[in-house]
């Protein structure tokens, strides 16, 4: 006869064994269409490109190759791809701009929403949900008409005689940033009201008592404390920017490329889907390694105060 | 000064929120109003008119690229919040396992990859599997969908089952009532709430999808969001504003909905 011992182990077993069935849809389904196809791009990446597209299967290195250099076509030797690196260049700096310029905006912004009276507090989340849940496209086209030399700036500054001739803004840098800053805003601001909600309003007050200033209360006290919310809210932001598809479609008018722009030009016209895999890799590298920044940052940070 | 002096100021913290609050709604404000413009251009202003709405309600490539995005929605919603409710289950309420820290990065694995670069994997591995099959039916934007959905309709089923003890389920055991019965009448009611914010949410990501379903996509398949995609490409009609309106809407009710379901306690 089994021991007590043993039947509570074999409950153990068997309750592990149902909690993986039960998991066990979703993962599957995950596998198929979002992990598994990922380990195909790796694949795709060290093949030839086929004559139409897709891909011969026969190794090259070709692709990783060219994803920082050019073959020259006449003597066959190796320099530097202008362009991509131009366009890497580009595309990191736009998504760590945005990510600065939402953090600027989205501290002060969730600070106010934290610090208002509890009743209040949902009404002011709740107007920071509909945008962020509102369709990204249609918040990018909004975007496109107050921008545009017609849009709504333009017109109020030429009304006013500040200008005299609209300024483009539209088809540029500066309108991929402001497109992006716009619709990625609510991504920072959430996270860190999340942590602000948190916060202990005694602590600030012990800083006052000791003849902090604002700033300094804010610097050594609020800002240490919601630190969690301000790396996870970069991190929400810098992700998708970095990978922004539809922002430089839209608002840069298919000029001004950023990563996302290159590696589709790779499956379609540029029909090199070995280069527009290496390249995928490259950014979802460039992801992998923010992240582990994310989380050995918020180990660090882990010691809970208070 | 002491009865002035408020802990909770930052000078300049107030303006600037109020400068996020009005920049975040005045684009979209501006949308819906170019969405009731008389004239055919989005420059001039010509009274007010529904022309643009009737228009697009007689464009029957928005009327189909409305039901696909609808259907595939639907359809990926619902197999989601399943899955999502089922994994919720097998995460939850439990002391650590083998396997369950991989649970948790697997079913937020969509969520770390920028969708560029899940686009550009499912394009690869789907083109071969339609080789393969022949098949080139809506199943893939569907299962594409369902996967990404999970994750979001996973986050507040979890939150709702973490917030439930075991103690009126193990009630229900003591009283004999199998396993399922328990589930059907304890475990189900009370995370309702939860399942219908997850199906909401699961919803609105997938109607919202436009850089996936772009890679995925076959030739006409195109589902609102990349039929407006192509239109803004081309050049742009307040037809698009007045699409954008209705699709706002409907967003803005769904968001409504959840946040209620989602907030209410018990």
């Not at chain 1, 790796?42 to 139409?52: C, Q, R």
């Not at chain 2, 055919?40 to 009327?63: D, P």
Request: positive net charge; contains cysteine; glycine residues 6%.
């Amino acid at each position: 006869m089994a021991s007590a011992e043993e039947v509570a182990k074999a409950a153990e077993r068997r309750d592990v064994r149902d909690r993986w069935l039960l998991s066990a849809p979703a993962l599957l389904v995950i596998l198929l269409a979002a992990t598994g196809p990922l380990l195909i791009v790796l694949v795709y990446s060290f093949l030839t490109p086929g004559a139409y597209g897709d891909v011969k299967w026969q190794f090259s290195p070709d692709a990783w190759i060219s994803v920082f250099m050019e073959r020259d076509i006449f003597d066959d030797t190796l320099s530097v791809a202008v362009a991509h690196v131009t366009i890497f260049w580009r595309s990191i700096k736009l998504a760590v701009v945005t990510t600065l310029a939402t953090l600027a905006l989205g501290f002060p912004t969730a600070y106010f929403m934290a610090t208002r009276s509890e009743k209040t507090r949902d009404l002011w989340l709740f107007l920071i949900t509909i945008p962020f849940w509102t369709n990204l496209l249609i918040r990018t086209f909004a975007v496109l008409q107050i921008i545009r030399n017609e849009g709504i700036i333009n017109t109020i500054l030429l009304k006013l005689g500040i200008i005299s001739a609209p300024i483009q803004i539209l088809y540029t840098d500066t309108a991929i940033l402001i497109g992006m800053a716009y619709v990625y805003l609510p991504l920072m601001v959430l996270p860190i009201y999340a942590s602000m909600e948190k916060l202990d309003f005694r602590l600030v007050e012990a800083g006052y008592d000791l003849y902090a200033t604002r700033f300094k209360v804010l610097r050594k006290i609020i800002f240490p404390l919601v630190k969690p919310g301000v790396i996870a809210g970069s991190i929400l932001v810098f992700i998708p920017a970095l990978g922004a598809y539809v922002t430089p479609v839209v608002l840069g008018g298919g000029k001004n490329m950023m990563l996302s722009n290159l590696i589709e030009l790779q499956f379609g016209q540029g029909r090199n889907w070995p280069l527009g895999s290496a390249l995928s890799i490259t950014v979802m590298v460039i992801v992998m390694l923010a992240l582990l920044a994310y989380v050995r940052n918020a180990g660090r940070s882990g010691v809970r105060h208070g | 000064m002491a009865s002035n002096f408020s802990i909770k100021h930052q000078p300049g913290f107030t303006a600037i929120a109020a400068t996020c609050f009005v920049v975040l709604y005045l684009p979209i404000i501006v949308l819906v109003a170019y969405a009731f413009n008389a004239a055919s251009s989005t420059s001039e202003w010509g009274g007010f008119s529904l022309r643009w709405f009737q228009s697009a309600y007689q464009n029957t490539q928005v009327i189909d690229a409305t039901l696909r995005s609808f259907q595939i929605g639907a359809i990926a919603a619902v197999l989601s919040t399943i899955f999502a409710t089922m994994a919720a289950l097998a995460t939850t309420r439990t002391a650590p396992y083998p396997g369950l820290t991989f649970k948790y990065a697997a079913i937020n694995q969509p969520l770390m990859v920028p969708e560029i670069v899940t686009g550009v994997a499912l394009l690869i591995f789907f083109s071969r599997i339609k080789i393969f099959t022949g098949y080139s039916g809506l199943g893939y934007l569907i299962a594409a969908h369902t996967a990404f959905c999970i994750p979001f309709a996973y986050l507040p089923i979890r939150a709702r089952l973490e917030n439930m003890d075991l103690t009126l389920e193990r009630a229900a055991a003591d009283l004999y009532a199998t396993p399922w019965k328990t589930f059907r009448r304890i475990t189900l009611p009370l995370l309702w709430p939860g399942i219908l914010a997850g199906l909401m949410l699961a919803f609105v990501i997938s109607l919202d999808d436009v850089v996936i379903t772009e890679f995925v996509k076959s030739g006409g398949q195109d589902t609102l969001p990349t039929y407006m995609l192509g239109q803004i490409r081309r050049g742009v009609t307040p037809e698009i504003n007045a699409i954008s309106t209705a699709f706002l809407l409907l967003s803005v009710a769904i968001v409504t909905l959840f946040f209620f379901v989602s907030r209410k306690r018990d």
